[in-house]
Nanobody
């Protein structure tokens, strides 16, 4: 079972950047797809970025061109580089497999975009 710990969130002004990290307790080498999800004020948790084992990536339209997901299997870590942040990007960000595993949700990391 893979346990995930997110970090790197914070308060940033609109137009700023942040880099999130997700450290896995177990190996992610064999996991075909990892993703970053976010949960804003609403009840739904949105999948915003996915990376496959072959390094192919998929992005939600809301973040396309601004966010970049990457993975380092040797370090068991997944990253999310977020540029040109907008106030609507404010949310708690989580990483998990795609599709997600209920038992693998971590605490998430808060990202707040505000002037």
């Amino acid at each position: 079972q893979v346990q995930l710990v997110e970090s790197g969130g914070g308060l940033v002004q609109p137009g700023g950047s942040l880099r999130l990290s997700c450290a896995a307790s177990g190996s992610i080498f064999s996991i075909s797809a990892m993703g970053w999800y976010r949960q804003g004020p609403g009840p739904e948790r949105e999948l915003v970025a996915t990376i496959l084992s072959g390094r192919s990536t998929i992005y939600a339209d809301s973040v396309k061109g601004r966010f970049t997901i990457s993975r380092d299997n040797a370090k068991n870590t997944v990253y999310l580089q977020m540029n040109s942040l907008k106030t609507e990007d404010t949310a708690v960000y989580y990483c998990n497999t795609v599709p997600y595993r209920k038992s693998s949700w971590g605490q998430g990391t808060q990202v707040t975009v505000s002037s």
